[in-house]
T-cell receptor, first 115, second 111 residues
């Protein structure tokens, strides 16, 4: 069984550029989560979806961040324009039928560096 | 306002001994707790969970203890193995709420 797949694994780009992170959840999982990990704030939830619908986006830092889930097997997190303070590791996770009470399965993350 | 705290950033233990990782929380509405393990360059992996109706849950070498009155949980690993060396995160949630993670504790198990 393939786990959660994220791409790219690493992204280095210049300030002001658009960045798109991609995630393929585990097949059959109804919940998808985007997290950001930084030294200062640890692992924090940005947004989560249930059945492709955004449920809670209160963790999205500002309007420069947006996330979509056009179908059950794909999600994107976009930053436009990017800033150096967006540098972090971004994780995608998915979980099954117990939703928020299910163990979340994480991808290996995208390490983003904004110069 | 950190609702889930892991006050020890690191812990070093000898192989074969017990590792005890601690976690404190402030929100009395939290009723579900989990531990995740994370190796470098990988995502966190679920380890063990406990709901607030229990005070102990065991899975092989891993046991989680919950003390609701003290708002404290701990993860015991017995016996510790070098492959257990990783960062351990505790996380908590309330019914219908999202997971809140602690800052993590880096465990080093020395042969």
């Amino acid at each position: 069984d393939a786990g959660v797949i994220q791409s790219p694994r690493h992204e280095v780009t210049e300030m002001g550029q658009e960045v798109t992170l991609r995630c393929k959840p585990i097949s059959g999982h109804d919940y998808l989560f985007w997290y950001r990990q930084t030294m200062m704030r640890g692992l924090e939830l940005l947004i989560y979806f249930n059945n492709n619908v955004p449920i809670d986006d209160s963790g999205m830092p500002e309007d420069r961040f947006s996330a979509k889930m056009p179908n059950a097997s794909f999600s994107t997190l976009k930053i436009q324009p990017s800033e150096p303070r967006d540098s972090a590791v971004y994780f995608c996770a998915s979980s099954g039928d117990r939703g928020l009470r299910s163990a979340q399965h994480f991808g290996d993350g995208t390490r983003l560096s904004i110069l | 306002d950190q609702q889930v705290k892991q006050n020890s950033p690191s812990l070093s233990v000898q192989e074969g001994r017990i590792s005890i990782l601690n976690c404190d929380y402030t929100n009395s509405m939290f009723d579900y707790f989990l531990w995740y393990k994370k190796y470098p360059a990988e995502g966190p992996t679920f380890l063990i969970s406990i709901s607030s109706i229990k005070d102990k849950n065991e899975d092989g070498r891993f046991t989680v203890f919950l003390n609701k009155s003290a708002k404290h949980l701990s993860l015991h690993i017995v016996p510790s193995q070098p492959g257990d060396s990783a960062v351990y995160f505790c996380a908590a949630s309330r019914k219908g709420g999202k997971l809140i993670f602690g800052q993590g504790t880096e465990l080093s198990v020395k042969p």
